[in-house]
Every structure is written in structure tokens, then in C-alpha cells.
């Protein structure tokens, strides 16, 4: 597959990092958009990838959003075209949902500034771990609201007190005052983000992988209402059954031995 704005770096023991590479600030182009949603494609399909890494080839930016150049050069269209601008919101929900509902660990590796739609992007991966930069939804500053799922997906991870006040003010977090309130997992320093990273990766790509995938499902039903939750919870347990790794944890439990998910299936 080839790609324009992002690379795909294959590494050792089923982890597989996408470096958004879209000068000067991986502003999130559709061509990076089609180029996300191949990836999510390819790895998604590729049983020997076990856990993503989403991360920026650049020094100080890990994506700074939607393309705000294409936005102004457009103002007066988008004046008159609600349809389009509603189609082109739904449009990075879309590419950001690949991750979200893809069934494996996604990772966001958050190396510099995650502003408006960057933060979105890492909202939509399972965990966030972050090294230098600003994060916020930056959105109401410039006049406009989040528009790629970032009210949805902050609200559900902060809550509405904590969303409402991060949106409104479009404030720009420090990692360590991201981490303090859970937008995103671990704080590290630049010099340890890959190796942190990819230490966190390699563990989760050791584990159930498949039972994750399903987990994750089960997991984002929680944002709906509790009884769809429930029956969507005992629908994914099921599937665990077909997946094999049952097998080889349950063997290993009465062995009294570490599962070996990685080698055995
Ligand atoms: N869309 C398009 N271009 C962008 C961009 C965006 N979202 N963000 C930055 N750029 C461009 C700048 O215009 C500049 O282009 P130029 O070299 O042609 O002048 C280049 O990227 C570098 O940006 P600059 O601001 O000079 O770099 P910086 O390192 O000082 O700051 C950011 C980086 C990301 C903190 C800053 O650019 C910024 O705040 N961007 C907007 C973020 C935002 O609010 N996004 C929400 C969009 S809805």
C-alpha cells in the first residue's frame, strides 16, 4: 500500500505505529483522512499486528487539527453550505470511529501538540500517552465547536462538569494537568515516549488480543443506555469462545503457567 501523509513502521512482537507525516502540522487534510482509514484497513486485516501506535514524524506537533488554511481560502462557501459542512463533520467522525471500533489496542503516542481535531484522534484511540506539547479542543477559540467527535468523546471521559469548562475555554493542557485529570493515561518525557511505548504495546500485543477487541466493544456500549450495554456485554463474551485464546488461558491458569497468547495462536 502506499501512502502520502503517514507512515506505517512494522516492528517487532505485533505492535505497528502509523507516523502521521503532514507538513507543517499534520493538519488533518482528506488525504491524511484517506490515508488513516487504509491503514486502519491494512492493519486492522493483518492478524500478525496486534496493538497500533498512532504517533507524529514531527518535532513539535503531533496534529494540529483541521485544516484551518483550507477552511479560510473556503469561508464564503462554507457560509452557504450547511449540508457539505455537516457531510465533512461526519466525514472525520468517521475516519476517527475506524480506531475507535477497530477490534485491537490503539494507542495514541502524543509527541507534541494535540489541538482540536489532533485531541479528537487521540479521544478515538483506547489510551493516550503523552511526552511534550499542548492538548485541548481548541475549537470555540476560533469560533466553531469540536466537530469530529470531540464533545461526545471528551464528555464521556470527564464528564460533562470538566468537558464543558476544557470546551468553553478552549484551554491548552499541560501533559501533567491532562494526566491529573484523565485525559490522557501516563505522562513520560520525550526521550522515553517510544520505548515507554512501545514497552506498554508490546505488553498488551502479549496478551488476549481478540478478547480485547472484544472487550472494546462492550466497553464503548457503556456510552449507550445500560440494557443494550448488557446484551451487547453477553454477545461479546460469547465470541471469546470462537476466538481460541479461552484455550490457551485457561490451560496456562491450571498449569500454573504464563499464558503464551503471542506464540500459540
Ligand atoms: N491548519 C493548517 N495549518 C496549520 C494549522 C492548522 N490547524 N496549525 C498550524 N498550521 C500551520 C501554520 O499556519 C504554520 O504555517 P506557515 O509555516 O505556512 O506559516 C505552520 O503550520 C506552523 O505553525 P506555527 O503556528 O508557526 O507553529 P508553532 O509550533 O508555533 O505552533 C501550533 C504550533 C499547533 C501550537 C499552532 O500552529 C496552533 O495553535 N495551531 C492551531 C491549532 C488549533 O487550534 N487547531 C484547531 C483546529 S479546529
Redesign the pocket.
Known amino acids: 500500500m502506499s501512502y502520502e501523509t503517514i507512515q506505517i513502521d512494522r516492528r517487532d512482537k505485533g505492535v505497528a505505529w502509523i507516523i502521521i507525516d503532514n507538513?507543517?502540522?499534520n493538519?488533518?487534510s482528506e488525504k491524511l483522512m484517506t490515508d488513516l482509514e487504509q491503514a486502519a484497513d491494512e492493519l486492522g486485516a493483518d492478524p500478525s499486528v496486534r496493538v497500533i501506535v498512532i504517533t507524529s514524524a514531527h518535532e513539535?506537533?503531533f496534529v494540529?487539527?483541521?485544516?484551518?488554511?483550507?477552511?479560510i481560502q473556503s469561508g464564503s462557501q462554507y457560509a452557504g453550505n450547511e449540508a457539505g459542512i455537516v457531510q465533512q463533520s461526519v466525514r472525520m467522525q468517521q475516519c476517527f470511529n475506524r480506531f475507535a471500533t477497530l477490534p485491537k489496542p490503539v494507542i495514541a503516542a502524543i509527541n507534541?501538540?494535540a489541538?482540536?481535531?489532533?485531541c479528537e484522534l487521540a479521544l478515538a484511540c483506547d489510551f493516550r500517552i503523552m511526552s511534550k506539547?499542548?492538548i485541548g479542543l481548541?475549537?470555540v477559540?476560533?469560533g466553531?465547536i469540536?466537530?469530529a467527535g470531540g464533545t461526545q468523546r471528551m464528555t464521556r471521559l470527564l464528564g460533562r462538569a470538566k468537558a464543558t469548562e476544557l470546551i468553553f475555554t478552549?484551554k491548552?493542557l499541560e501533559p501533567e494537568e491532562a494526566l491529573q485529570i484523565g485525559l490522557v493515561n501516563k505522562v513520560t518525557t520525550p526521550e522515553k515516549l517510544v520505548e515507554e511505548t512501545t514497552a506498554f504495546a508490546e505488553q498488551l500485543a502479549e496478551g488476549a488480543v481478540k478478547a480485547m477487541g472484544l472487550a472494546k466493544r462492550s466497553i464503548h456500549a457503556a456510552e449507550g443506555p445500560v440494557e443494550d450495554g448488557f446484551i451487547i456485554e453477553a454477545h461479546s463474551f460469547a465470541q471469546t469462545f470462537k476466538t481460541g485464546e479461552p484455550a490457551v488461558g485457561l490451560a496456562a491458569f491450571f498449569q500454573k503457567k504464563k499464558p503464551q497468547f503471542l506464540r500459540s495462536l
Open positions: 507538513p507543517p502540522a493538519a488533518i513539535k506537533t494540529a487539527g483541521a485544516d484551518l488554511k483550507a477552511m507534541g501538540h489541538l482540536g481535531g489532533g506539547g499542548k481548541t475549537e477559540s476560533l466553531l469540536p466537530g478552549s491548552r
